[in-house]
C-alpha cells in the first residue's frame, strides 16, 4: 500500500500562483509514475500531470502546460505542482495520485490522495 497525503491549496486571485505537495508514505518502491489529476464540480477527473519517479520524465495536459510544473523529491518522497498565471478554470480538488506503471490514464492509477481544493478568483 502506498498512502498519499496532499497539502498547499487554497484561494487565489486570478494570475496568483499556488503549490501543491504530495507526501508518499508506505510501499513507495512499486510506484512506477506519480500524478496530478483534478476534478471540478460536474466534470470528470481529469489529467494534469505525471512525472516518472526514478527518471524524473513529465508530461502535462495542453491547458497547463507553460504555467505548471510538476517536480518530485526522491529523498523526501515528495512530488510537488508548482502553479502559475492560475485561471478561474483551474479551481478545481486536486489529487496526486500513483501508478505502478507510466501512464496518464486515471483508471491505471492505484493509490489517490484525499485531494485538495484550489480556488482560483477572478
Known amino acids: 500500500q502506498v498512502q498519499l497525503v496532499e497539502s498547499g491549496g487554497g484561494l487565489v486571485q486570478a494570475g496568483g500562483s499556488l503549490r501543491l505537495s504530495c507526501a508518499a508514505s508506505g510501499r513507495t518502491f512499486s510506484r512506477n509514475t506519480m500524478g496530478w489529476f483534478r476534478q471540478a464540480p460536474g466534470k470528470e477527473r481529469e489529467f494534469v500531470a505525471a512525472i516518472t519517479w526514478s527518471g524524473g520524465s513529465t508530461i502535462y495536459a495542453d491547458s497547463v502546460k507553460g504555467r505548471f510544473t510538476i517536480t518530485r523529491d526522491t529523498a523526501n518522497n515528495t512530488m510537488y505542482l508548482h502553479m502559475n498565471s492560475l485561471k478561474p478554470d483551474d479551481s478545481a480538488v486536486y489529487y496526486c495520485?500513483?501508478?505502478?506503471?507510466?501512464?496518464?490514464?486515471?483508471?491505471?492509477?492505484?493509490?489517490w490522495g484525499q485531494g485538495t481544493q484550489v480556488t482560483v478568483s477572478s
Open positions: 495520485a500513483a501508478s505502478l506503471v507510466a501512464t496518464i490514464s486515471p483508471a491505471s492509477y492505484t493509490y
